[in-house]
């Protein structure tokens, strides 16, 4: 039961930034939006989590729009250690400590 | 830091073999989770534990899956006896409650090939 909705791919230029997509339209109101990326034959990574208002980190943007259906990924300078796949979870926070459901994610390839 | 170790980081064995995967957590850290990776299924939950305890095994394939955490420092997945069909590679993670459980800390990954 997928419950996130990513394009399979995406490309973009080295220096620019990255935006990634994610449909989330069955969102609940406790649930929040997770980022995670995995790197070719490294495990995945956590990026950044939101509920309802925009966060940034020292790794991206997440912009989560008002009726929370949808959100957006942003690395703001995309550089070749970028590319991977990321992946939009959604879950309850926290979630009592519970496992992840992973999706097929966006593999996205930074051109130099 | 450390991070989540996971050994062997490479396994080959032949069909019918018994297989032993081996997760030390990150200290402090009291959740700890098996993941499964293969090109067909992708990233798939097999168990997790919280304070040792095994929470929820539902994503476990079947009875040949078995995984034990005897102390808050070390767990193991075991497969008896293993089939090709296994082959993948399998990460572990942990997490704790000091920042809501929000974020896993995932291992390098056991890369596991049944001949």
């Known amino acids: 039961d997928a419950k996130t909705t990513q394009p399979p791919s995406m490309d973009c230029a080295e220096g620019r930034a990255a935006n990634l997509p994610c449909n989330h339209s069955?969102?609940?109101?406790?649930?929040?939006v997770y980022w995670y990326r995995q790197i070719h034959s490294q495990g995945p990574q956590y990026i950044i989590h939101g509920l309802k208002n925009n966060e940034t980190n020292e790794m991206a943007s997440l912009i989560i729009t008002e009726d929370r259906k949808s959100s957006t990924l942003i690395l703001p300078h995309a550089t070749l250690r970028d590319t991977a796949v990321y992946y939009c979870?959604?879950?309850?926070?926290?979630?009592?400590?519970?496992?992840?459901?992973f999706g097929k994610g966006t593999h996205l390839i930074i051109q130099p | 830091d450390a991070g989540v170790i996971q050994s062997p980081r490479h396994e080959v064995t032949e069909m019918g073999q018994e297989v032993t995967l081996r997760c030390k957590p990150i200290s402090g850290h009291n959740s700890l989770f098996w993941y499964r990776q293969t090109m067909m299924r992708g990233l798939e939950l097999l168990i997790y534990?919280?304070?040792?305890?095994?929470?929820?095994d539902s994503g476990m394939p079947e009875d040949r899956f078995s995984a034990k955490m005897p102390n808050a420092s070390f767990s193991t997945l075991k497969i008896q006896p293993s089939e090709p069909r296994d082959s993948a590679v399998y990460f572990c993670a942990s997490s704790f409650p000091g920042l809501g459980y929000n974020e896993q800390f995932f291992g390098p990954g056991t890369r596991l090939t049944v001949l």
């Open positions: 069955t969102i609940s109101g406790n649930e929040y």
């Open positions: 534990f919280n304070n040792n305890v095994p929470i929820d």
């Open positions: 979870i959604v879950r309850v926070r926290g979630g009592g400590a519970d496992g992840l459901t």
